[in-house]
């Protein structure tokens, strides 16, 4: 089965610099890959999701990248804000199932 | 609230006890799925639904563990007999068939088991 493996666990980050969290996946078959923000105490949310054929996708200060050869995707994250400060979750989906990574606990530092 | 809703959003039980978690999902979405996760743990999948179907279980999914769909709207998931080992948050998550495979969170239950 679908196998996602997340890093760092934790990233500190000043305020104003940027933040890049990075995933690999092992099934090839994986086709969707969202990313989920969670607040402490609350539901995880879809900031941003990009499918195997596209490469990269932007959203303001969020952008997303994708390398289906080597099974690779980051997160990246451009003038962080203290809103910011989260845990993110990547994750990727194949046959209708999403398997989540472990997590990246963001701090961002004033 | 046209979110995905879950009830209770707490649960404190005794080991030994049966406890049943209600989800209400986003109400055009045909795709049910429920999840837990454990502190420091993304969210692990247990089953899901495509209108009163359910179509996959987890293996973590024990035998003591339950769901239905049964009008393909809101789901139910029983866990029989609890151990301390259940005490997580279980996540219920809503989907449309067609297009995106996107998955809208309720906020969880989070069950306790003393």
């Known amino acids: 089965g679908e196998n996602v493996e997340q890093h760092p666990s934790t990233l500190s980050v000043q305020e104003g610099d940027s933040a890049v969290i990075k995933c690999t996946y092992s099934?090839?078959?994986?086709?969707?890959f969202p990313w989920y923000k969670q607040e402490l105490g609350k539901r995880p949310q879809l900031i941003i999701d990009?499918?195997?054929?596209?490469g990269e996708k932007k959203d303001q200060r969020i952008a997303v990248t994708l390398n289906k050869t080597a099974k690779h995707f980051s997160l990246h994250i451009t003038e962080t804000q203290p809103e910011d400060s989260a845990v993110y979750f990547c994750?990727?989906?194949?046959?209708?199932?999403?398997?989540f990574g472990k997590g990246t606990r963001l701090h961002i530092l004033p | 609230d046209t979110g995905v809703s879950q009830n209770p959003r707490h649960k404190i039980t005794k080991r030994g006890q049966n406890v049943t978690f209600r989800c209400d999902p986003i109400?055009?979405?045909?795709?049910l799925y429920w999840y837990r996760q454990t502190l420091g743990q993304g969210p692990e999948f247990l089953t899901y639904?495509?209108?009163?179907?359910?179509?996959?279980k987890s293996r973590l999914l024990s035998d003591r563990f339950s769901a239905e769909r049964p009008k393909g709207s809101f789901s139910t998931l029983e866990i029989q007999r609890t151990e301390q080992g259940d005490s997580a948050m279980y996540l219920c998550?809503?989907?449309?068939?067609?297009?995106?495979?996107?998955?809208?969170f309720g906020a969880g239950t989070r069950l306790s088991v003393l």
């Open positions: 998550a809503s989907s449309l068939t067609s297009g995106a495979n996107i998955q809208y």
């Open positions: 099934d090839s078959a994986s086709n969707y």
């Open positions: 990009i499918r195997s054929n596209v």
């Open positions: 994750a990727a989906n194949r046959d209708d199932k999403i398997i």
């Open positions: 109400s055009e979405h045909n795709r």
């Open positions: 639904f495509q209108n009163e179907a359910q179509l996959e």
